[in-house]
């Protein structure tokens, strides 16, 4: 799932801890492999969270959206989301 949340960004010391603390509770989600976010110069925040089965992906999802509700409440609008099955994968 690739996860867009415009006007977003807004990163400060304590979001990253906040992050940290998210990607904790991710990995104890039965069947998550892999989390990342980074921003973009005009404010969103971009997120790639790698699943084995969609219900692990719908668990992630969950946990981000509640995440982003208390540590970036300014981020209101809809996020653009993008899922499907992996076909090729590297580095993990």
């Given at each position: ?79 653009e ?7 090729m994968?590297?580095?993990?």
């Open positions: 799932m690739i996860r867009r949340d415009v006007g977003a960004a807004a990163v400060t010391e304590t979001l990253v801890r906040a992050g940290r603390a998210l990607t904790v509770q991710m990995s104890q989600v039965p069947g998550f492999v892999s989390h990342a976010a980074f921003t973009t110069e005009d404010g969103a925040l971009i997120s790639i969270s790698i699943c084995e089965d969609a219900a692990a992906l719908e668990a992630i999802g969950g946990l981000l959206a509640g995440w982003l509700s208390v540590n970036m409440p300014h981020a209101r609008q809809q996020p989301i993008v899922a499907g099955e992996l076909i994968q590297g580095g993990l």
